[in-house]
């Protein structure tokens, strides 16, 4: 039943879907047992105006790592609908509104990327480490008042990372446990000129919704770990013959990516002390201590 609501349902956990997943359902095609779809499909009134579809998912206590039942929030392709352009990121606004809402604690991420590093293969799987922003114009903060100076050490939280390429080397042939995202702002595929410069800045793989996710989740206080699924080199997608591969890559991965972030929730603990949330303190800035308190 498709529901547009005030009330946003508490969850422990979100799967912010992205072009890794969006050739399947997520959580149906994963077939992953103690996953079950409570809500199909839920709209949320937000200051940023009505999300796309969320699913309210449950999972049974008899397959949690703490033995609790949970609930996750899961939303497709980053927020993103037809007839806005991305780069204003009014999708991620909205979806991590939801989110803070919800007292989500524990983030996974997807993207299909464009491989940087020339060591990387159409169909690889990258659990990055760090990132690098080339946005442009997008959004820092959900909250414009947020005081400067977040430590962004750590920004891929490292207990969700470790299950993430546990759970992936399971299923993918060549899963790369570090790797720097860089993230580009689009619509538009970065020129070769731009991939040289990215490359030697020192990204090994593309996007362009890494940014504002992972800064969101560190503003919510909530862990946020992404894997992605390189569907190509990075640049070459205009070319037909790498077009398709693409789009054999991205159909090819999608249950096994869904399948390994819907493992990853079950076996990530909500309650294990981790450093990401003291990391949503700011530093060096003790006015912003009294504002935030
Ligand atoms: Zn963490």
Redesign the pocket.
């Given at each position: 039943m498709t529901q547009l609501t005030n009330t946003i349902p508490a969850a422990d956990y979100a799967i912010v879907g992205g072009s890794a997943t969006s050739n399947c359902r997520l959580p149906e095609d994963a077939q992953v047992p103690g996953v079950r779809v409570v809500e199909p499909e839920l709209f949320f009134e937000t200051p940023y105006g009505v999300t796309t579809a969320f699913k309210l998912l449950e999972f049974d206590a008899a397959y949690t790592a703490d033995g609790q039942t949970h609930r996750a929030l899961a939303v497709r392709m980053h927020g993103w609908r037809k007839g806005f352009n991305w780069a204003t990121s009014q999708g991620p606004l909205q979806v991590f509104w939801v989110l803070k809402q919800a007292g989500v604690r524990?983030i996974a991420g997807n993207a299909g990327v464009g491989g940087i590093n020339k060591m990387l293969q159409g169909g690889d799987i990258v659990v990055a480490d760090d990132y690098l922003d080339f946005t442009q114009q997008r959004p820092s903060s959900l909250d414009e008042r947020w005081p400067n100076s977040v430590s962004m050490v750590e920004p891929y939280?490292?207990?969700?990372r470790k299950i993430l390429i546990d759970r992936a080397e399971r299923e993918f042939r060549r899963v790369q446990h570090t790797g720097i995202m860089g993230c580009s702002t689009g619509p538009y595929i970065e020129s070769p000129a731009h991939v040289a410069f990215m490359r030697q800045a020192g990204a090994d793989l593309v996007a362009q919704s890494t940014v504002p996710e992972i800064n969101f989740a560190r503003e919510i206080g909530a862990?946020y770990a992404g894997i992605y699924l390189v569907v190509n080199p990075a640049g070459y997608v205009a070319d037909p013959e790498t077009r398709q591969k693409m789009y054999q890559n991205y159909k090819k991965a999608a249950p096994g990516v869904a399948k390994v972030i819907l493992n990853t929730m079950l076996n990530w603990r909500v309650d294990e002390p981790?450093?990401?949330?003291e990391r949503t303190r700011p530093i060096m800035m003790p006015y912003a201590e009294e504002e935030l308190s």
């Open positions: 524990k939280c490292p207990t969700g862990c981790c450093a990401c949330q």
